[in-house]
């Protein structure tokens, strides 16, 4: 499985990979710190899921949804939000968040979100 992170906090980052390595997924991950380099890494080949949180420097997080749902790539985006944050889970799933994910993340929340999203 190909898998783009794009979230600006490299410690983030580190999670959500270790969270995958937890949870017994094989992956091949790649990471994006922006919308723009998560752009450049989707040129370079397609990702088989997008795991992206709702802060980036260059556009708001759910922009970036928007945009993938928008386009011909037909990949399913999970969001990461904050616990409690039910508003932004609200606008996510509007923008076309295929699955959210709630922090903290589990090994047993990210496999089960990725089982539902390619059930």
């Known amino acids: 499985m190909k898998v783009l992170i ?9 999670i959500v990979k270790r969270t995958l390595k937890q949870a017994g997924i094989v992956a091949s991950v790649t ?14 080949g397609k990702p088989d899921v997008i795991l992206t ?29 904050s616990q409690g944050a039910s508003e932004l889970q609200k606008q996510a799933t509007t923008a076309g968040a295929c699955f959210l994910l709630t922090k903290p993340l589990t090994a047993d929340s990210l496999r089960d979100a990725l089982l539902g999203a390619f059930g």
Do not use: K, Y
């Open 53 to 81: 949180g709702c802060s980036m420097p260059d556009r708001h997080g759910l922009e970036f949804v928007r945009a993938i749902t928008d386009s011909d790539l037909d990949v399913p985006v999970g969001v990461v939000v």
């Open 31 to 44: 990471e994006a710190d922006n919308r723009s380099q998560a752009f450049e890494a989707i040129d370079a």
């Open 6 to 14: 794009v979230d600006n906090s490299r410690a983030m980052r580190i």
